[in-house]
């Protein structure tokens, strides 16, 4: 039976030592942060990712992981090959999409829902022979689930599903524990994409706007993804992570 111990004096409170962590979406951002910070508490990490060269190089950041190329959007029960068991499953991938919904297609709309949702179910579904009783899930809805963009209705039906479906798969697959943590703002190479040269002065904006009065990190989500995953009374839960951004 897996356990989880206190360290005192180490900034690292979980143990994982010996445990199997797959992170699916592990080769940057929030996934490879997690990543670090569990290899740190001796986990065995395997890492999924579409991207071959940036799974190599996020195995070679954090000091060595197995490697699997696989998409979430299309997953299928190999790309577990080699994996004997699963101790904890994280589900990070998936792309923001936002467009006002007359300008997307059917092909936008259900890119978003394979990568957020269809895609994460199939994935677990697929894991489900190597889980076991004492295993965990986590999932990443997001902030545009209670604070929607304008703009990015796909993306809050999505995220907001996924904080459904965790509460729902808590009940069917207990005792097995699954949970999502939802960021806010975090800088992460996903808005290099979405906002390009603009994305330092909005950050700034933003920033300023929210209680906490800064913008989170990848590392802020990664401990929070490890509580998660340790912590054995919590299942069924959405722990928001974003600076007070849904009080403003």
Do not use: C, Y
Not at 175 to 188: C, L, Q
Not at 194 to 202: D, H
């Amino acid at each position: 039976m897996q356990t989880n111990t206190i360290q005192a004096g180490n900034t690292q409170a979980q143990s994982f030592q010996g445990q199997n962590i797959v992170i699916i979406g592990g080769s940057s951002g929030i996934g490879l942060a997690t990543a670090k910070q569990a290899k740190d508490a001796g986990a065995n990490l395997f890492l999924i990712s579409r991207n071959p060269q940036r799974l190599r190089e996020a195995a070679e950041a954090i000091g060595g992981a197995a490697q699997i190329v696989a998409d979430i959007a299309a997953p299928q029960p190999a790309m577990f090959a080699g994996i004997d068991r699963i101790d904890h499953l994280l589900i990070t991938a998936g792309t923001v999409h936002l467009q006002p919904l007359k300008e997307q297609s059917e092909a936008d709309l259900s890119k978003v829902m394979n990568e957020r949702v269809i895609g994460p179910l199939l994935a677990i579904k697929a894991a489900l022979p190597l889980l076991h009783p004492a295993s965990s899930i986590t999932m990443t809805s997001g902030q545009f689930a209670s604070r929607p963009a304008a703009i990015g209705a796909i993306v809050a039906a999505a995220v907001a599903a996924v904080e459904s479906t965790v509460r729902a798969l808590a009940l069917e697959l207990s005792p097995m524990r699954i949970n999502a943590v939802s960021p806010g703002w975090v800088d992460t190479p996903l808005l290099d994409g979405l906002m390009g040269e603009a994305k330092r002065q909005v950050l700034e904006q933003t920033a300023s706007m929210l209680p906490s009065r800064n913008i989170g990190r990848p590392d802020d989500i990664a401990q929070a993804i490890l509580f998660l995953m340790a912590n054995r009374f919590m299942t069924g839960e959405v722990l928001h992570i974003d600076g007070g951004g849904r009080l403003v």
